[in-house]
Structures are given as C-alpha cells and as structure tokens.
C-alpha cells in the first residue's frame, strides 16, 4: 500500500478499517543470498538500499527482538554533519543528503525537521577551533556559519550568556542539521525494504556463524541454521559478542549511553544546541519534552542502563548552560549500547573472513549516520569494494595507523 | 554502582576513574613485530559477562584495583589491589 494523501482520505472515510501491516512478519527461509544480522537502523537501512539500489531483494533481516528495539530507539534524534577530518566529512554529508530526500525515497514521514545544530563555544580558544572545523566542512561543501553572541543570542535568549567560568561567546551553526523522528526511520526503512521482498525475521537471535573453511556460509539462529552467501553484521553495542562467534577481536568496547527526557511544556528551543564547555545536547522534541544527554558512563556495560553519577554530570552541564531547566521534571531517562571504536571513527569493511562483512563502531554518532551508512554498506556487500565516501572507514586502519580520531585522545574508547 | 574498594571501603563508582580490560600484556622482547602491537593497543575482548577491569581510585586511596565486573549486570564480583597482578619482580 502506496501512502499518499489519497489513501490517507480514502482511510478516513472508511474509519482507517482498511489499513494493512506495514510488513510482512516473515519466517525464515532455508539460505538466503545476504543475511543482515541486526534489525536496527543500519541494517534494516542496507537491506533498503541492497533491494532498491542494487537489485538484491533475495536478503534476510534477523533481529533478536523486535525491529528497532535497540539503539535507533534509544538516541536523540539528531542528524548532522558537522565534521573536521576528510574521512568523516563527505560520508556525514553523503548521510546528510540521503537524509534530505528520505521520505521520498520510503514514501514514509520520517519526520526530517532541518532546524538547525548549534555548537556553543565559550572561550576564543574554542572559538579558533570552531572556526577550523567550519571552514574545513565548507571546503567539504556542507553548510556552516560562525555566530558571535548577540547572534546566537538573538536564537537562544534563555541561556545564561554571563556565567562566570563558562560565558557564551558565540556558536558554530549547521542550518541543514536538525532531527528525525527515530522509531520512524526504522519503520520506513523496514516498509521500504519488505515491499521489495526483503524477509524482515524477528526474534531470531543468532547463537553462531556457520563456517566452512575460511569462509562464512551461514548463521545459527534461535529459529534454526540459515545459509547465505554473504553476512552482514550490524549489531552496534553487540559486534564483539557477534565477532567473537567468528573467532575475530574488534577494535571495539561496549559502553552505555544515557539519554533523558523531560516533561512536555510548550515550545522552548527551536533547534539543537550544544554546551561547549561540558558535554551537554539538548533540543524539543514534537510532544514538547526536551530531549538531551551527555558523556557515556566510561566503563565496558552491556546492561542498557546506567549510574547516577553521570546523570548528575549531565544535568550539572545542563543547568549550567539553561539554569531554567531546574524547573522541570524529568520524565523519563534510558542507556543505549554504543560500541566505541578506538578512535572514536565507525568501520565499513570485509573482515578478515570470506563472506563476512563488519558495520560497526558507531560510539554515540550512530543515527545520523544511518542513511549513508545502509548506503555504503550495501555498496560493499554488493560490489565488494568500499564506496568512495566510506573507504577510510577500514577495519585494518589501527594496525597501518590511519587512524580518524576527531577528539584526538588515542586508543582510550571511553574518551571518544 | 559502589565499588568495594580494598582499603577505603564500599566507595561511590563516582571516585574512580576507569581505564580498561585488565589483563592485556604489552608484548616485547626480540621477535616483537608491528602487528602483535597492533593487537595489544586496539583489540579488545569486550565480553558480555565476568569483565576484569583497571580502575583508579583517585578520590580515595590513590590505588590502581582490579576489579571482577558483569558487564550485563554491573555486579561486581571481586575487588583486588592492581599490585598483586605483579608476579615477577621486574629487577
């Protein structure tokens, strides 16, 4: 079923009886041509983008639970490309794109709001830095403009502009950022990918890889053994535990996000802004609550929920920035599982086993990235070799040193 | 998360700094090659489980622990001082 304001009034006149799934609940077939371990954004976007821009719909998408019930569910929201080093900027900007033509693309209201990201910058060190990154994502070809305080200000009134450690001075401004409906991203994408005859199989967890010789023909599942001729992991916080299965060790730890929502009241802020002097995002969501978050807890978790002490941190960084926040409540706050990469840089690639590719290292920078990266990696399950946008993103740039570390604090993943 | 910190006590997870894996051994020696740094620097075990981990106890007793940590549960299983994993004297 095409959605269109046409079947929308046709619906409502015939009391929305007449709408059908939005896909199929498939069961798994015997072998497939591609398996996609992991129902999330990244996957359910590369099982897209294999039917639609590849012509490869014989694909499987296998989820342990339900589609999206990882972090595509569990971010903020936020699509940007704001980037400094060569290669991350054109692939952001690649995301950036896809992202501006997406709903079209689904025929799904994924809800892109281009209102706006706002780096805030606090000292005129800071101000230099800000200046580079702008520059270096203008020579890039993406949109950015450096505001001085009476022009951010004329945006932002509510912030205390005169704090005493931190003073705002000004903010680095991507007009073309803003957000996403989250949860709608993953159902776009999974629709789009079903109606192409992408199986979409949930509550199917894959207990192990089938291996013959040094390739990998296959998965176990919890619903049986599935052969394929490719595997494509993109299992975000879980890739360790998937490449464990396969004998392989990632450059990779596991650690939790926590993200907060507060109660819903009228509108406050119109676009995303960030504190500069402490690690502080916050924006509006459509129901009115703010939504924000901070630092990663800073130790290896997979428990999808966090610790008080970097609730209190963010919320310190908060009222620092807003001191009007202190007047709401806070409604609700959850912990995703990032895998941290060791240089804060995702990876696209082959793995060192035939017939397996890797999607991982995301940190917390995951869902602006997932059009391009669904992109790009059905690029490579399809063609094998890396699309341009992507190819820095090698699984072996640690041991041949081409790292991309845009924060610049080495091998430590908690730090990114 | 409080950490049972062997000399301090039951201490908040807030006064301790967090490094990593625990039980990684810089290779060396003559037949060091690039590649075998390459692994100690990078790849990690990362396991969804029993974790041993380096953490510091900066607001305490200023000691390097060990510290035996589920990492689906957070539960924290065994607290050593990080100076017993020293097993041969490096003189």
Redesign the interface.
């Known amino acids: 079923m095409r959605y269109s304001v046409f079947s929308l009034l046709g619906q409502a006149l015939r009391g929305h009886r007449g709408w059908t799934p939005a896909w199929r609940d498939a069961s798994p077939k015997a072998a497939y041509d591609v398996i996609i371990v992991g129902g999330g954004g990244h996957g359910l976007a590369t099982a897209h983008y294999l039917a639609s821009r590849h012509g490869i719909t014989n694909v499987a998408v296998v989820e342990k639970g339900y589609l999206g019930s990882g972090n595509v569910g569990r971010n903020t929201t936020i699509i940007r490309s704001n980037y400094l080093l060569p290669g991350n900027t054109p692939f952001y900007e690649l995301s950036m794109k896809l992202w501006e033509g997406l709903e079209q693309d689904l025929n799904y209201n994924v809800m892109v709001s281009q209102r706006g990201v706002l780096n805030l910058y606090h000292s005129d060190a800071q101000r230099d830095a800000y200046a580079r990154r702008g520059n270096a994502m203008r020579l890039a070809g993406v949109d950015s403009e450096l505001l001085d305080r009476d022009q951010v200000r004329a945006m932002v009134p509510m912030f205390d502009y005169d704090n005493a450690r931190f003073p705002i001075r000004g903010g680095l401004l991507q007009r073309r950022g803003g957000t996403a409906r989250h949860d709608a991203v993953a159902w776009g994408y999974a629709r789009a990918a079903d109606q192409r005859g992408v199986d979409l199989i949930q509550n199917c967890e894959v207990t192990g890889l089938v291996r013959e010789g040094g390739l990998i023909v296959g998965v176990e599942t919890t619903r049986g053994t599935i052969r394929a001729g490719k595997v494509a992991l993109a299992v975000a916080g879980?890739s360790?535990?998937l490449a464990?299965m396969a004998g392989l060790?990632?450059?990779?730890?596991?650690h939790v996000l926590q993200a907060f929502v507060s109660e819903g009241v009228k509108p406050l802020i119109d676009g995303v802004v960030t504190f500069g002097a402490g690690h502080f995002y916050v924006s509006q969501s459509d129901k009115g609550g703010l939504v924000f978050g901070g630092d990663i807890d800073?130790?290896?978790?997979?428990?999808q929920r966090g610790?008080l002490?970097v609730i209190e941190d963010v919320l310190e960084s908060g009222m620092a920035l807003w001191p009007g926040l202190g007047r709401l409540r806070l409604l609700r706050h959850w912990g995703g599982i990032m895998d941290m990469s060791?240089d804060g840089s995702p990876i696209i690639d082959h793995t060192p086993l035939g017939g397996l590719y890797l999607n991982s290292g995301w940190c917390y920078g995951g869902f602006k990235a997932t059009p391009a990266s669904g992109y790009c990696f059905a690029h490579l399950i399809a063609t094998d070799t890396p699309h341009p946008v992507a190819a820095a993103y090698r699984l072996d740039r640690?041991?041949t040193g081409h790292l991309i570390d845009e924060k610049g604090v080495g091998?430590?993943?908690?730090l990114h | 998360?409080r950490i049972p910190c062997p000399h301090c006590g039951a201490r908040?997870?807030?006064e301790f700094s967090?490094l990593?894996?625990a039980d990684l051994t810089r290779p060396d020696g003559p037949g060091l090659s690039?590649?075998a740094m390459?692994?100690h620097?990078?790849?990690?075990?990362?396991?969804?489980g029993p974790?041993r981990?380096l953490w510091y106890h900066g607001a305490g007793c200023q000691e390097w622990l060990v510290v035996a940590?589920d990492?689906?549960?957070?539960e924290i299983c065994a607290v050593e001082p990080a100076r017993t994993l020293r097993t041969e004297d490096p003189a």
């Not at chain 1, 800073?298 to 428990?303: E, I, L, M, R, V």
């Not at chain 1, 091998?411 to 908690?414: D, H, L, M, S, T």
């Not at chain 2, 990492?71 to 957070?74: C, F, M, P, S």
């Open positions: 879980n360790s535990r464990a060790r990632l450059p990779i730890e596991s800073g130790y290896n978790s997979y428990a610790n002490p060791m640690f041991a091998a430590q993943p908690n | 998360m908040d997870a807030q967090y990593g894996a690039q590649g390459a692994d620097v990078y790849l990690r075990d990362n396991p969804a974790h981990e940590r990492t689906r549960t957070h």
